[in-house]
Nanobody, 128 residues
Framework: HVQLVESGGGSVQAGGALNLSCEVS????????MGWFRQRPGEEREKVAT????????DYADSVKGRFTISQDKVKEAVYLQMNSLKLEDAAMYYC??????????????????????WGQGTQVTVS
């Protein structure tokens, strides 16, 4: 039984920071993809950041590059999202997800929401 449990959301003023955590169980953490996605009311879910846990390759949405950092802890089987310089438009429900990489060996990458099979319940981020 796969479980992804997010924590760390909350309310922060613009310019502030939050660190989201996601603990994974029941899933092969290594050599797969972990990602953070977000969804605002009335909008589609969008990718924020992904990491291929095998090689550590990361990818970010253009809107968060330079402000957000995704990281992993293979021992704890956890993934984190450090969010700095938060903007009003970063306010959303943030979801942790686990999925499959694509690409040949040595060039594995992570895709979009459709490539992720398991999702957490979400954690709300409010920016004012």
């Amino acid at each position: 039984h796969v479980q992804l449990v997010e924590s760390g959301g909350g309310s922060v003023q613009a310019g502030g920071a939050l660190n989201l955590s996601c603990e994974v169980s029941g899933y092969t953490f290594n050599r797969n993809c972990m990602g953070w996605f977000r969804q605002r009311p009335g909008e589609e879910r969008e990718k924020v950041a992904t990491v291929y846990t095998g090689g550590g390759t990361t990818d970010y949405a253009d809107s968060v590059k330079g402000r957000f950092t995704i990281s992993q802890d293979k021992v704890k089987e956890a993934v984190y999202l450090q969010m700095n310089s938060l903007k009003l438009e970063d306010a959303a429900m943030y979801y942790c997800a686990a999925g499959r990489p694509y690409g040949r060996f040595g060039h594995r990458k992570c895709g979009g929401p459709d490539d992720f099979d398991y999702w957490g319940q979400g954690t709300q981020v409010t920016v004012s």
